[in-house]
């Protein structure tokens, strides 16, 4: 933990409201450009030792995930039904965030993505926009990122992604035997598999031990600081600066707004539970895409009747959600997928929107089995088996190390009725709303899946799967999401977007608002090489800016 | 493969031996009256029978069961009293004269779960019995690992590629 350097009535450069992938980055960069940041994290600042190999705590006791029984979240598909409580937005709650539990797949947005509305043109119902930068604006930061953290992967090796200024700093991780069965399948059917390009060291780096292929990697914590998240490369950087005092457990309930119209500190409860307002010249909320626009809505002024930087009432609006299906393969021999990270193989050959399809979207597949011992016997039988006793027993027995799986990463429409908002009524353990989600998939959204989905059993199939099904619980309209997206969007039209192009906030000058909520288009997942390269973007922007007065 | 006695395994092996040295001193449930735990244990012996192998039963997952009720979990305790209730009701519906679900034989069992395998109870129980059997053994029902051996997870801290057969055949390292 850093030792306490600020006050609170001493006013600091910058309070950065959350310490997850991109605010990492942004007390990072900010601090090293000599500025004083503190950073106010709700979640805690665990070590190395407390990531432990514990299914029960990780996957069923939220031990590094908001709380639902702390934090609870109501949610309804649409305005016309009433909100129940029902979990449906999970997030990394920790220094660190999510970029400690993630995956890791660490996927550029391509520069299509950047311009899909001029080349595929509107889609009735959604509200599909291009971004106000492109792919070009963002390669450095791309670039950045993925040195600065430590990114594994083959430069070049997708056929599909965009021009790159430099190769990864680190090769692939080495191949699991689920990569080799969709490399084979994949280019036996004319396709473009590719080593994934991953946020895990496959080599010492900057201090850093390479991974030792334990195997709980996807929504663990990395105890071997292997895993490139914010907490692992970045953290101990700004902590080093001597400028940057990283506050965990405490708990953002206002960002509060000064007559002028500006920002000047936030509000928040502290692990004892006392309300402590700090003071700063500028904050940047990187709280993620539904806690920020769920923080900006709860801090109403007088100067902001609805919220918090919603003077156009867009705040929380054109909700994105992570969307795509699993489909598995049960094979002859043992694959062994609970070894080493998830993620070794995949291909962007279905990913761009191609109107011959009738709908917008498509998706990145990428080879994997993401299941625990506990979380596959629970819901990783094909479910035209028995799920309990004697012959369940033994098929389980038998399927755990056989079966690897292809998951398929779809596209999310804009849709304005899809939003962020605070509960009427349910409030969590601190006294505040609840934050409501509502969610429903635009047809298209689904219309990807199915489409996606006959290519997964297609691989599956020609890489000689004994049995190939699809994780019905991953089909259908989404109701959970780990990826939050689009809440606060990125453009230049004030009356259109939340913040501008450098994360901005149109209507406050000293408040910017930097991680998923501004994303204009979600691609195909994977966003948090976007979330970061934008963060990396928006630091270099508001330390110039400050620079020269004009913050 | 490496074998490397990590800080984490001695963990993991001083967990196991507190279990052992739990069950076998008469250990007190948290939660759970004896007659509760009896009849929780036979459903969950059925949902994962002792047969080649150990199952529910002997791992002792009702010790895993009673923690989570106790602690993390108590909020689930309301499902288990009404559903058990419930389930008493059906027994005596299907099974006329029986006295509880732990005496019934295991084919009355089996029929017994089957007619209420829908009710948010029986999923209840079956997700505390899975996770108990394939959790971490220091909650109790994972007894000498006997989950994790059932699938053929051989525990370790760290592994050395090749993980499967066809990453190892890819690499010309199957013996044929």
Redo the contacts between chains.
């Keep these: 933990m850093s030792d306490a350097k600020y006050r609170p009535n001493e006013a600091v450069d910058f309070i950065v409201v959350g310490a997850g992938a991109a605010g990492g980055v942004v007390a990072k960069e900010l601090s090293a450009a000599g500025f004083s940041v503190v950073v106010l994290e709700q979640g805690p600042w665990h070590q190395t030792k407390d990531f ?6 990780v996957m ?2 939220s031990a590094f995930t908001n709380d639902f ?1 702390k934090q609870p979240n109501t949610f309804r598909k649409t305005a016309a039904e009433p909100a129940k409580i029902q979990p449906a937005v999970e997030y990394g709650r920790m220094v660190g965030g999510g970029s400690v539990h993630y995956t890791s797949n660490y996927w550029r947005f391509h520069p299509e993505d950047f311009r899909e509305r001029s080349a595929f043109g509107a889609v009735p119902g959604a509200d599909l926009r291009d971004w106000p930068i492109t792919y070009d604006d963002l390669e450095p930061y791309y670039t950045k990122a993925e040195w600065d953290l430590g990114i594994s992967g083959l430069g070049g090796s997708n056929p599909f992604d965009g021009p790159r200024s430099k190769p990864y700093p680190l090769p692939p991780m ?4 689920s ?3 969709f490399e084979r399948a994949a280019k036996k059917l004319g396709l473009h598999p590719f080593p994934a390009p991953m946020a895990v060291i496959s080599q010492p780096y900057r201090g850093r031990a390479a991974c ?4 709980f990697c996807e929504a663990f914590g990395c ?1 071997m600081n292997a895993k490139s998240s914010t907490l692992a490369a970045l953290v101990p950087l700004a902590v080093k600066t001597g400028r940057c005092e990283i506050r965990p457990n405490s708990y953002v309930r206002k960002i509060e707004v000064g007559k002028n119209g500006r920002v000047q500190g936030a509000i928040y409860f502290d692990g004892q539970g006392r309300e402590i307002f700090q003071r700063a010249k500028a904050v940047v909320v990187s709280a993620n895409g539904a806690e920020t626009p769920r923080l900006l809505l709860m801090s109403k002024s007088k100067q902001f009747p609805h919220g918090l930087a919603n003077s156009n009432g867009n705040v929380g609006k054109y909700l994105m959600f992570d969307n795509g299906a699993m489909a598995m393969g049960y ?1 002859e ?8 990270i998830v993620v070794t193989r995949v291909l962007h050959d279905y990913y761009r929107s191609d109107p011959k399809r009738g709908f917008y979207g498509g998706g990145g597949l990428d080879a994997r089995f993401d299941y ?3 979380g ?3 819901a990783g039988m094909p479910a035209d088996m028995p ?4 012959e369940w ?1 033994r098929a ?2 038998q ?3 056989h079966v690897g799986g292809v998951l398929a990463h779809a596209s999310s429409l804009s849709v304005e009725r899809n939003n962020i908002s605070l509960d009427d009524t349910v409030k969590d353990a601190w006294g505040l709303p609840a934050m409501r989600v509502t969610f429903k998939n635009h047809p298209d959204d689904l219309k990807a899946v199915d489409f996606l989905i006959e290519k997964q059993k297609e691989i599956l199939e020609t890489a000689g799967a004994k049995k190939v099904w699809v994780d019905l619980s991953t089909t259908g309209d989404v109701t959970y999401s780990r990826h939050l997206m689009g809440t606060c969007r990125m453009g230049d039209d004030p009356r259109t977007s939340v913040v501008d192009q450098w994360n901005r906030a149109h209507d406050v000058r000293n408040l910017f608002l930097v991680d998923g909520s501004s994303l204009v288009t979600c691609a195909r997942q994977q966003p948090t090489a976007t979330i970061q390269a934008l963060a990396y973007r928006a630091a270099d922007y508001i330390g110039q800016a400050a620079r020269r007065g004009e913050i | 493969m490496q074998l490397i006695f990590t800080r ?1 395994d001695w963990m993991l092996a001083a967990a196991c031996w507190a279990e052992a040295l739990r069950a076998q001193t008469t250990a007190k449930f948290a939660w759970f009256d004896p007659a509760t735990a009896a009849e929780i244990k036979a459903i969950a012996a ?4 002792d ?1 080649d ?1 150990p ?1 529910a039963d002997r791992a002792g997952v009702i010790w895993f069961i009673d923690g989570a009720l106790a602690g ?1 979990d108590r ?1 689930k305790r309301e499902i288990y009293t009404r559903g058990l209730a419930e389930a008493q009701a059906k027994r005596t519906q299907l099974f006329p004269g029986s006295m509880s679900i732990a005496g019934l034989s295991g084919a009355q069992q ?1 029929q017994l ?1 089957k007619a209420i ?1 829908q009710t948010e109870f029986f999923q209840e129980v ?2 505390h019995t ?2 108990g ?4 053994p ?2 109790g029902g994972n007894r000498d690992q006997a ?2 051996k ?4 051989q525990y ?6 090749p ?5 190892a ?2 690499n010309g390292r199957n013996s044929k």
């Excluded at chain 1, 030792?212 to 195997?215: K, L, P, V, Y």
Aim: glycine share 12%.
């Design positions: 432990m190999h514990d299914e029960v705590a069923y006791r029984k080495p191949v699991k035997s990569g080799v069965l030792s292929h334990c195997g105890e094979f021999h043992p694959l062994n997928e609970y070894k080493s625990y011992p506990a596959f016997a629970l799920q309990w006793g004697g027993k389980v027995g399927y755990y190390t | 984490r059925q949902i994962i029978p047969d192998t199952g993390y909020d089996i779960l395998e079956r997700r899975i996770l059997f394939f959790g971490h220091k909650y989950g994790w059932l699938i053929g997870v370790s801290a760290r592994y050395e590629p993980f499967g057969y066809y990453d055949e890819a």
